[in-house]
């Protein structure tokens, strides 16, 4: 799982434990059964299978559900490997389901992304560590890059400063476009 898929997931179990729980919140711990049934025995989007058919190689029958009033038992001398067969069978169907799901993913995650390069001496913003709140400041001042150690690793220097210097990635780095006369 891509970490926006667990994400997903876990705020889908968050909801139905929510859900589920007293108003308190207290028992939120007895629910965790219920939802976890629930969870594998309903299709699941990436793999488009049920997880306990994908673990069982059958659908789950429960007590309630329609059943003959007399059940006869044949043996097939064959059932191991059929069972194989349609687990293997079962598990390709989901891998090739994950894959499709993961290049979508993909494809939403990069129409979004930008790829920015910086140069040496560029100036740049360093976004805040510590917001609390919607009114801390959201990037720091200035710093200009001084080396570039990777393809997304620089290091910067404050522009007062000169000796807070800081090893930083691409993802907490804003351009600073500097306002020329001419």
């Known amino acids: 799982?891509?970490?926006?898929?667990?994400?997903?997931?876990?705020?889908?179990?968050?909801?139905?434990?929510?859900?589920?729980?007293?108003?308190?919140?207290?028992?939120?711990d007895e629910q965790l059964p219920y939802i976890t049934f629930n969870c594998n025995t309903s299709i699941h989007t990436t793999t488009g299978i049920i997880p306990?058919?994908?673990?069982?190689?059958?659908?789950?029958?429960?007590?309630?559900?329609?059943?003959?009033?007399?059940?006869?038992?044949?043996?097939?001398?064959?059932?191991?490997?059929?069972?194989?067969?349609y687990l293997s069978s079962l598990t390709e169907h989901a891998k090739i389901n994950i894959l499709q799901q993961q290049k979508k993913y993909k494809q939403r995650y990069d129409r979004y992304r930008t790829n920015p390069v910086y140069k040496i001496s560029d100036l740049v913003l360093i976004q805040a560590l510590n917001r609390r709140n919607k009114f801390d400041i959201r990037y720091e001042e200035p710093y200009r890059i001084i080396?570039?150690?990777?393809?997304?690793?620089?290091?910067?220097?404050?522009?007062?400063?000169?000796?807070?210097?800081?090893?930083?990635?691409?993802?907490?780095?804003?351009?600073?476009?500097?306002?020329?006369?001419?």
């Open 1 to 28: 799982m891509t970490n926006g898929q667990v994400e997903r997931y876990n705020a889908t179990m968050d909801s139905k434990i929510a859900t589920l729980s007293n108003e308190n919140r207290t028992n939120w």
């Open 147 to 182: 080396q570039k150690l990777g393809p997304k690793t620089y290091i910067v220097k404050h522009i007062k400063n000169s000796i807070l210097t800081r090893q930083l990635t691409i993802d907490v780095i804003r351009p600073l476009y500097e306002c020329r006369n001419m």
């Open 52 to 85: 306990f058919e994908l673990m069982y190689g059958r659908l789950l029958v429960l007590q309630f559900d329609h059943q003959q009033p007399i059940v006869t038992l044949s043996q097939d001398p064959e059932h191991v490997k059929k069972l194989k067969k």
